[in-house]
């Protein structure tokens, strides 16, 4: 069905988003970004300004909203902030024509899933989360908010990923493993154990690198 919608961001991550939005016959209006000039072009797409613009739709022609900022703290600081200027915006689940998704899966807002990911029975994925290409979601699990899946991760049967947590390239999570709040899983980590919030994990399997991790720049 298409739709009209307004893309929060103008990075390499947003570009990968429109990409998609175009897949799915959506009408993007143009991009919206605190921190690149007006008028700069994203593909074939321009930056009509930043947030403040959201607090009087009728100038954009539509209400939904995609936000493709690939950090989770920025895309949660963002939410929130735009949620503040007009909590009447919409944020549609987008998903791609070329993943698999189990009918009995939940998925909330604003979450994309991207290309060949595969999400099986009765998992639910809140909101606001990205899930990358080719990653797997096994039966069972619970992916909490704005946390991110990348590409060829996969999370086992009845694993929790909770808030704002990331879970790096081609790594894995055995089955009923718990991952606590704002943590990060490195690319290529197997993780066997439940893991403490605020903490890094790496390795074969992973270890706790650190913790009172501030999570705000990715390795």
């Known amino acids: 069905m298409a739709s009209e919608v307004v893309v929060i961001g ?107 990911v595969v999400i099986h029975a009765n998992s639910i994925i809140g909101d606001f989360n990205i899930l990358n290409t080719n990653s797997l979601i096994e039966h069972d699990c619970l992916i909490e908010n704005f946390s991110s899946v990348s590409p060829g991760a996969v999370l086992c049967g009845n694993v929790k990923l909770s808030n704002l947590s990331f879970v790096g390239a081609s790594s894995t999570i055995i089955q009923k493993v718990q991952i606590s709040n704002n943590t990060i899983i490195g690319a290529g980590a197997i993780v066997t154990k439940d893991c403490d919030p605020f903490s890094l994990y790496l390795g074969v399997p992973a270890k706790k690198i650190t913790g009172n991790y501030s999570n705000t720049k990715y390795i």
Do not use: W
């Not at 994203?42 to 009087?56: Q, S």
């Not at 949620?83 to 009447?88: A, D, L, M, Q, V």
């Open 10 to 116: 103008s990075s390499g991550h947003a570009s990968v988003v429109i990409e998609l939005l175009e897949q799915l016959k959506y009408t993007i209006v143009g991009c919206i970004d605190s921190f690149a000039p007006k008028g700069k072009k994203i593909l074939d797409y321009t930056v009509l300004g930043n947030e403040t613009l959201l607090n009087d739709v009728s100038i954009l022609g539509t209400n939904q909203v995609v936000i493709a900022i690939g950090n989770n703290f920025h895309r949660n600081e963002f939410y929130q902030k735009i949620n503040k200027i007009n909590p009447e915006l919409i944020y549609p689940t987008i998903i791609s024509p070329f993943a698999k998704v189990s009918s009995s899966s939940k998925i909330g807002q604003g979450t994309i899933i991207m290309e060949q």
